[in-house]
């Protein structure tokens, strides 16, 4: 039996996958946090997160580097610790230090503070000479202004040290770019009291279909598990509105797409890692949106165990006890399946989602979360407003898309003013 540390999560699905990973695996974890109300808030009324299923649930200022590692080196003394994780992207720099620090197995820090900064990010891809967007690093809004004249717009605005989409947006002129840029600015700090690096990142707007490649690497190796499809919405916003795994695409943009992936995985330096790559397949070729260091959100892992089999959660478990993880694929009955988010349109309170029962009920629905009445409701800015979703499989081929899309058209959102 194994002991992990975990440190900080997400509270959405990640957050239950590993605990499952981890106990499934035979072992257990001790969980790490500054803010144990974060998680009770989010349990359902009655209910325990899985986090607090931990063998010990302790508390410690994560955010402090300088207080944290000797912390956790105390703990490794008293508890054998045989292994370092976190869900949440904000988190993943500070795993890697403790990792190294109390010599158990990781990624090195500075390749993952690489990934984990956008601006980082493209600098190192740069140097490797790998296809990217166009971009500049911006410091002020005249420099942007400066910036965005010289690669031409449209252009996507980004935060460099945000997730979820958050802040991302598509400029289309001068004054969309201020706007932009001042939003940013009025957000300081991250949500896990965090104080956020003051600068911006401006890229060309790339045009094609999205997908994303999901990877394992373990000693010096990745192995590609397969490529997801994304669709995008919200405009100017880019809100993931779904997923379908496998991507239906021809084999040679899949081929592409995933050497694509490998190369800005070795490129960036990072090993005993879960990757989740997202590429843009433009008319010139993929170009790399961003590499994160970390499994895919919005339960992509889900629909790779419906149709392949592996289990990702696992795979990240693996990778940070040092161990090549099992990524044989298996006959699951599935040949695609995919997720559906249903967006909000407008702000309000929930009073209803109509059409649930009828979806629940249908053939090939794999999951159905719907939000309950009562929810406030904000118009969708990024990925962290969902009202729910649908996920459905296709034993026979590439129709799981096809089939969510229509589930996801039955369900009406009911909002009233608040």
Known sequence: MAHLLMVESWVGAMSRLLPRAIREGGHEFTFLTRDLHHYLRSAPEGAAHPLLGARNVLTADT????????????????????????????????VARIAGHLGLPGPAPEAVESACRKDATRRVLADAGLPQPRFAVCADRSEAAAAAAEIGYPLVLKPVDLCAGMFVREVADEAELQRAYRAVEDFPVNARGQRRAPVVLLEELLIGPEVSV??????????????????????????????MFPAALPAADAAAAADTAVQAVKA??????????????????????????????????????????????AACVDVALGRRPDATVRDTGLRSAAIGFLVPREAGVLTGIDGGETVREADGVLELQLAEAGKD??????NNEYLGHVMAGDPDG?????????????????????
């Open 268 to 313: 960036l330096g990072l090993d005993d890692v879960v990757g989740h790559t997202e590429i843009k397949l433009t008319p010139g070729g993929p170009r790399i949106v961003e590499v994160n260091p970390r499994p895919a959100g919005n339960r992509i892992t889900e629909l790779i165990r419906h149709v392949t089999g592996i289990d990702v959660a």
């Open 214 to 243: 999901e990877t394992v690497t373990h000693a010096g190796s990745t192995h590609v598990i397969g490529v997801t499809d994304k669709s995008v919405g919200g405009a100017p916003a880019f809100i993931e509105t779904g997923h």
């Open 63 to 94: 955010n402090d580097l300088d207080t944290l590692l000797p912390y956790a080196e105390r703990l490794h003394a008293a508890l054998g610790f045989d292994g370092v994780l976190t869900s949440c992207d904000y988190y993943l720099p500070t």
């Open 398 to 418: 590439p129709g799981a898309r096809a089939r969510v899309e229509g589930l996801l058209s039955a369900l009406r959102p009911r909002v009233a003013a608040r």
């Open 377 to 382: 409701v904000k118009a969708a800015g990024s």
